[in-house]
C-alpha cells in the first residue's frame, strides 16, 4: 500500500472541523481521482496529505495518514517531498519571475548535485516537449494550459513517487484540458502513482483506476473508474448527463447539486 | 570648470555605489522576507562597532579581524531573524515595519549601552591617501569601496539567479507559499537572508568609516539606501547599481552646484524626492518585479 489515509479528521483554526472520518487507500503505481462539488474539502484532503495544511493553520486531529508504511500526518512539506510525495497546488503555481527552465531546476532543490539536476531537465523535456520550446521564457507570462505543464514538470523534478495534483483542469480550453491529461497518463505509464482532483470527472476517471466522490467533508461514494462513470448519480451531477445521456446545462446542474445530498 | 563637474559627479557616483552596496544589503532581507528594514543603516552601526572592537579595541590584525567580523555580524543577523521575524512570517506589513522600528531603537540603545556615546576612530583599512587626476581627486577608500560594490553586487546576482541555493532564495523571496509547497525550507530562506544582509552591512560599513570616526550616527547611510532600493526597485540587486550611481551623480552635482546658492540641504533631500516621485510614477522601481495579471 503506497497511500493509507485512515479515519482522517481536519480542524483548520482549532474549530472549523472540515475533513470528517476520510479514508483512502492507493497502491503503487496506481491513480485515484477525488471528485466533488465546491468546499467539499477536496483540497484539504491534498494539503492534509502533503503537509501545507499546517501551514493554513490547519491540522490532522485525528486518525493517520501512512506513505509508503510510514505516518506523514502532521510532518513537514520538506520531509514530504524528500519522502516523494509531492503536491501541485490548484491555481498553476509557476514562479511568476523566472524562465520555464529556473522553475524546474527550483523544483529539484532536492536533488543531489547540478548534474542530476540537468539530466532531470532533459528528462521533464522528453516527457513534456513544450516545455523545451519553452526553456527561455518567463513563466509569469506562459498561457494556463502551458503554467499547467510547467508545474507538472516543476513537481517531476523532485523525482517523485507520488503526485497529488489540484485541479489541472480548471479554466483550460478542452484541447488543453486533454493535452495536460495525455501528460498525466504518460506519468502513469513512467510509474509515478497519482492522485488527482478534479471537478472535470469525465476527464480525471478516464485515467484514474479508482475514485472517491466527496461531499461535506466525508467520502460518500468510491469505486472503480469505470463503475463510477457508470454510476447514475455520478453521471447526472458531475458528467452532466442524464439517463438518455443528454448533456444537461451546466446552470441545471450547478442548482441540483447544491441541493443533492450522496448520503440518501 | 569641466574639472569640477567631473569632480562631483566622479565623488557622486562613488558615493552613490557606497549607497548601493548598504542598499544591497537592504534588498537581499527584504526580497526573503518581505521586510522593509527601517535598521538598515543600524546594521551598518553594528557592524562597525564589531570592526572597530576587534581592530582597535582587541587589537586584532586586520585580516583576521575582519573575517571574525564577518563571522559576527553574520550571528548577529541570524539572532535578530530568530528573535523578531521568524515569528511574524505572514503577518501584515504594517506589523513588520512597526518591529524594524522597534529594532532600530533597541540596536541604537543596546549601541549606546555597550560602546557608549564617545566618538571613536575607526581604523584606517583603505589608503587615504587620495587618487588625482586633472581636477579630479578621489579618495582610496572610496575608489575601492566603489570596486568592492560593483563586484558584490555581480556575485550576488550571479549568486541569485544562477545557483541552486540561490535560487531557491529567489524562488521563496517571489512566493512563499509555492516555496514552501516545493519543500523549501522558507525559514532558512529568510535567515539566510538576514545573515547576508548584516554582512553586507559590516562591509559598508568598513568601506563608509575606514579613517573616519565611528558614532551611532554612521546609520544615516541606511536611510539614504532605502531611495537607492526604491529607484532600483526593491527585487533587483544588478539595478542598484545603477540606481545608486544615479542617485550619487545627481546628489554630488547638487551638493557641488545648488547647496552654495540656496545655503545647503539641497543635496541631502534630493534623493527622497525622487523617492517620492519615484513611487508615484513608476511603484516598481526601474527593474523591480511588475505583477503579472493573467486572465
Ligand atoms: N485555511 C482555511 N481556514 C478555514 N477554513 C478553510 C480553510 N481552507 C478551506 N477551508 C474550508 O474548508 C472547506 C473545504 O475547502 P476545500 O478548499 O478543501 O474544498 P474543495 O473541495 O477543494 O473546494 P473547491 O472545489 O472549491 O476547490 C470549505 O468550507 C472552506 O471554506
Ligand atoms: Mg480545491
Request: net charge positive; proline share 4%; no cysteine.
Given at each position: 500500500m503506497l497511500l493509507k489515509v485512515n479515519n482522517v479528521e481536519v480542524i483548520y483554526n482549532d474549530v472549523i472541523l472540515v475533513l470528517k472520518g476520510v479514508n483512502m487507500t492507493m497502491e503503487e503505481g496506481s491513480c485515484i481521482a477525488l471528485l466533488g462539488a465546491n468546499g467539499a474539502g477536496k483540497t484539504t484532503t491534498l494539503a492534509a496529505i502533503s503537509g501545507i495544511i499546517k501551514s493554513e493553520d490547519g491540522k490532522v486531529t485525528s486518525g493517520s495518514i501512512e506513505f509508503d508504511g510510514q505516518?506523514?500526518?502532521?510532518?513537514?512539506?520538506?520531509?514530504?517531498?524528500?519522502?516523494?510525495?509531492?503536491?501541485?497546488?490548484?491555481?498553476?503555481?509557476?514562479?511568476?519571475?523566472?524562465?520555464?527552465?529556473?522553475?524546474?531546476?527550483?523544483?529539484?532543490?532536492?536533488?543531489?548535485?547540478?548534474?542530476?539536476?540537468?539530466?532531470?531537465?532533459?528528462?521533464?523535456?522528453?516527457?513534456?516537449?513544450?516545455?523545451?520550446?519553452?526553456?527561455?521564457?518567463?513563466?509569469?507570462?506562459?498561457?494556463?494550459?502551458?503554467?499547467?505543464?510547467?508545474?507538472?514538470?516543476?513537481?517531476?523534478?523532485?523525482?517523485?513517487?507520488?503526485?497529488?495534483?489540484?485541479?489541472?483542469?480548471?479554466?483550460?480550453?478542452?484541447?488543453?484540458?486533454?493535452?495536460?491529461?495525455k501528460i498525466l497518463k504518460e506519468l502513469r505509464k513512467s510509474g509515478i502513482s497519482l492522485f488527482i482532483v478534479e471537478q472535470n470527472t469525465q476527464a480525471a476517471l478516464e485515467v484514474a483506476d479508482y475514485g472517491y466522490v466527496m461531499e461535506n467533508g466525508r467520502i460518500v461514494m468510491d469505486g472503480e473508474a469505470d463503475q463510477l462513470m457508470k454510476n447514475e448519480d455520478v453521471r447526472e451531477f458531475y458528467l452532466g448527463l442524464n439517463m438518455e445521456g443528454e448533456r444537461k446545462s451546466y446552470r441545471d446542474v450547478k442548482h441540483y447539486k447544491r441541493r443533492k445530498r450522496w448520503l440518501g | 570648470m569641466i574639472g569640477e563637474f567631473l569632480d562631483y559627479a566622479i565623488n557622486g557616483a562613488l558615493i552613490g555605489l557606497l549607497y548601493a552596496l548598504v542598499a544591497m544589503g537592504f534588498v537581499v532581507i527584504y526580497r526573503a522576507s518581505k521586510v522593509f528594514n527601517f535598521a538598515q543603516g543600524e546594521l551598518v552601526v553594528v557592524g562597525g562597532f564589531i570592526v572597530w572592537w576587534l581592530t582597535l579595541g582587541m587589537g586584532l590584525p586586520w585580516y583576521f579581524a575582519i573575517p571574525l567580523a564577518f563571522l559576527l555580524a553574520a550571528i548577529v543577523g541570524y539572532v535578530i531573524e530568530r528573535l523578531f521575524f521568524s515569528k511574524l512570517v505572514g503577518e501584515s506589513v504594517f506589523s513588520m515595519v512597526m518591529v524594524t522600528i522597534g529594532l532600530l531603537i533597541l540596536i541604537r540603545g543596546i549601541v549606546l549601552v555597550v560602546f557608549g556615546a564617545q566618538v571613536r576612530p575607526f581604523p584606517t583599512i583603505f589608503p587615504l591617501k587620495p587618487i588625482i587626476i586633472g581636477d579630479v581627486l578621489i579618495p582610496q577608500s572610496l575608489l575601492y569601496g566603489g570596486i568592492l560594490a560593483v563586484i558584490i553586487a555581480l556575485a550576488l546576482s550571479w549568486f541569485f539567479n544562477q545557483t541552486r541555493t540561490g535560487l531557491k532564495m529567489t524562488a521563496s523571496a517571489e512566493d512563499h507559499q509555492v516555496a514552501l509547497s516545493m519543500g523549501i525550507s522558507v525559514r532558512m530562506s529568510i535567515a539566510a537572508a538576514w545573515v547576508m544582509g548584516s554582512v553586507i552591512s559590516t562591509i559598508g560599513a568598513i568601506i563608509f568609516l575606514s579613517g573616519k570616526s565611528l558614532t551611532f550616527l554612521a546609520s544615516e547611510i541606511g536611510f539614504i539606501a532605502l531611495p537607492v532600493a526604491l529607484l532600483a526597485g526593491l527585487e533587483s540587486i544588478g539595478g542598484l547599481i545603477l540606481a545608486g550611481i544615479i542617485m550619487g551623480v545627481v546628489q554630488g552635482l547638487a551638493e557641488g552646484y545648488l547647496d552654495p546658492i540656496v545655503g545647503g540641504s539641497v543635496g541631502s533631500i534630493l534623493p527622497f524626492f525622487i523617492m517620492v516621485f519615484i513611487l508615484f510614477v513608476r511603484p516598481t522601481g526601474l527593474f523591480g518585479w511588475k505583477t503579472i495579471e493573467r486572465v
Open positions: 505516518r506523514v500526518d502532521n510532518q513537514s512539506v520538506e520531509s514530504n517531498v524528500a519522502r516523494g510525495l509531492i503536491h501541485v497546488m490548484e491555481g498553476r503555481k509557476v514562479l511568476q519571475h523566472m524562465t520555464v527552465e529556473k522553475n524546474l531546476i527550483v523544483g529539484g532543490h532536492v536533488l543531489k548535485s547540478g548534474a542530476e539536476v540537468k539530466q532531470r531537465i532533459e528528462n521533464v523535456y522528453t516527457l513534456i516537449p513544450r516545455l523545451a520550446e519553452l526553456r527561455k521564457r518567463t513563466a509569469g507570462y506562459l498561457s494556463g494550459g502551458e503554467q499547467q505543464m510547467l508545474v507538472i514538470g516543476r513537481a517531476l523534478m523532485a523525482n517523485p513517487r507520488l503526485i497529488l495534483i489540484d485541479e489541472p483542469s480548471l479554466g483550460l480550453a478542452p484541447l488543453m484540458v486533454e493535452e495536460v491529461f | -
